[in-house]
């Protein structure tokens, strides 16, 4: 007898999440250009099933992205609502901003690679996360933790900047200058 049709839509979600957590997992620790081969393993799915789900390597890129995206820009009216103050919200999200900047190792050469799929992966991470983070400067702004003038697409390319790591200058290096750059937008305020 076959399985309802909400049984089998539930477990193609599932096989669908757990396939772009593998993803991002294998994403971050060998790049974007990891084997799909790996990332099928670590989903516990066939390369098939891998392939069903996105038959493009960009189309795999671009759904992992996606929810990262979706994930951290969710994140800014959570903090606001659960942090003592704005400036804290702020930093909490800078924080979860280095973190997704940070594990995307290869990303740049695939954005560069002149693969149509991947071409608005930029364009969709500012049209989401700059109001977001826009929400959280407006809330300083207004409760007088930060100097005013700053924009979100400015403070963003800063951090993005700060989070380019290399050999001599890894996570904790980025936490530091990041806390320094926030510190340093408090001002006077």
Request: charged share 20%; net charge negative.
């Amino acid at each position: 007898m076959p399985e309802p049709v909400g049984v089998r839509q539930a477990q193609a979600k599932r096989t669908r999440d757990g396939v772009l957590a593998a993803a991002a997992a294998v994403f971050v620790e060998q790049g974007v250009q990891a084997p799909v081969r790996d990332i099928a393993e670590r989903a516990g799915v066939g390369v098939g099933t891998l392939y069903r789900n996105f038959p493009t390597r960009a189309d795999l890129v671009t759904a992992v992205y996606r929810h990262q995206i979706d994930t951290c820009a969710a994140l800014a009216p959570r903090l606001l609502a659960e942090s003592g103050s704005p400036f804290t919200a702020l930093t909490s999200w800078a924080d979860a901003f280095v973190e997704f900047l940070v594990t995307k190792h290869g990303l740049g050469a695939a954005l560069g690679s002149g693969d149509p799929g991947l071409e608005n992966l930029h364009t969709l991470m500012l049209d989401t996360l700059v109001p977001a983070c826009a929400t959280l400067l407006d809330a300083c702004a207004a409760a007088g933790e930060l100097e005013p003038g700053i924009t979100a697409y400015t403070l963003m390319r800063a951090i993005g900047n700060l989070s380019i790591t290399g050999p001599d200058y890894g996570r904790d290096e980025v936490a530091r200058m990041v806390a320094a750059l926030l510190a340093g937008c408090r001002g006077g305020a």
